[in-house]
């Protein structure tokens, strides 16, 4: 069955400067990585709507709501801090890149679909649910997650993050809430530094040192994560999917290649084929070696889809 590919124009519309790593030249290379490797071919397209406040505000706080909407400017930037800025675009770009995780949710579950890739920004693992942070404004893949919970009564489900960074949004969305097991691992020490000790009972998130390479980190989805995502049978599996932990990406020191992703989402699909129906949402987090990227989402995809 084919993969669902999900973005939106004003995705590319939202640019912090220049001089930010989390710009429009990622989705774009993403996209020609799938041009150019004949994969797109065997994509589905769909294009989001914008997200209504009701979806934000099942993962965010109505003062955070508020406060975006209301600092939206109408000409220039507004600085949330020194690199999470808003432009005239951003309002707008946040609420299709958190309306591709809505659409995916009604997708799969409508069962036209099994496996949908979301290639939008800006970002959303770092958004708090009281905060925007970390070049994220509104959580994506929480939001995702709580629509599917929510309105389609689902009773367990995963959210795996292979982003370099710790999703702290993400962790303090769903902490203690039996409905999530949360599984990641991330670089520590590194931003944001929020690393907590005993976050919850369904948080499995892993913190490695600078260095670690991609066989490492296998090791620890075989032995902590897989046993325990079995054990709670996820009827649908959510994932941030960061790709900044590769090798060649400057912002992070670990060192994962493309056959890495491709064996993590391996081994996701064969769980999810288990126990959720095939399903699986994934997300675009971070990722900001342009190559890099645009190669290691090619190998994702492939996994996901079995091309
Ligand atoms: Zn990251």
Not at 16 to 35: C, F, K, N, T, Y
Not at 110 to 136: I, L, N, W, Y
């Amino acid at each position: 069955m084919d993969t669902l590919y999900i973005t939106h124009p004003d995705c590319g519309l939202h640019n912090m400067g220049s001089w930010h790593p989390e710009s429009p030249d990622r989705i774009d290379a993403i996209h020609d990585q799938l041009v150019a490797s004949g994969v797109l071919d065997f994509l589905v397209q769909a294009i989001p709507d914008p997200v209504s406040d009701e979806h934000i505000l099942r993962v965010h706080t109505p003062e955070h709501l508020n406060h975006i909407k209301n600092n939206a400017p109408v000409e220039g930037t507004y600085s949330i801090d020194a690199d999470t800025i808003m432009t005239t675009h951003t309002l707008a770009a946040a609420r299709v890149a958190a309306g591709a995780g809505v659409l995916a949710v009604d997708r799969l579950m409508q069962g036209s679909h099994k496996t949908a890739f979301c290639s939008v920004r800006p970002p959303g693992h770092h958004a708090e649910p009281d905060a925007a942070m970390g070049f994220c404004f509104f959580n994506n893949i929480a939001i995702a997650a709580a629509y599917a919970l929510e309105v389609y009564d689902l009773k367990r489900v995963a959210i795996i993050d292979f982003d370099v960074h710790h999703g702290n949004g993400t962790e303090r969305a769903f902490a203690n809430d039996p409905r999530v097991m949360m599984c990641s691992f991330y670089q520590h020490p590194l931003y944001p530094d929020r690393h907590v000790e005993n976050p919850g009972a369904n948080m499995v998130n892993v913190p490695v040192p600078a260095g670690t390479r991609g066989s490492d980190l296998s090791q620890i989805v075989t032995n902590q994560w897989m046993p325990k995502l079995s054990q709670f049978q996820p009827q649908m599996i959510f994932i941030s999917a960061g790709f900044d932990a590769h090798r060649e990406d400057e912002i992070s020191q670990l060192r994962m290649v493309e056959d890495d992703y491709a064996w993590i989402t391996s081994q996701l699909v064969d769980l999810a084929e288990q126990t959720a129906n095939g399903r699986i949402v994934s997300m675009l987090e971070g990722g900001y070696s342009l190559s890099a990227l645009g190669r290691s989402v090619l190998a994702h995809i492939r996994a996901l889809s079995k091309l």
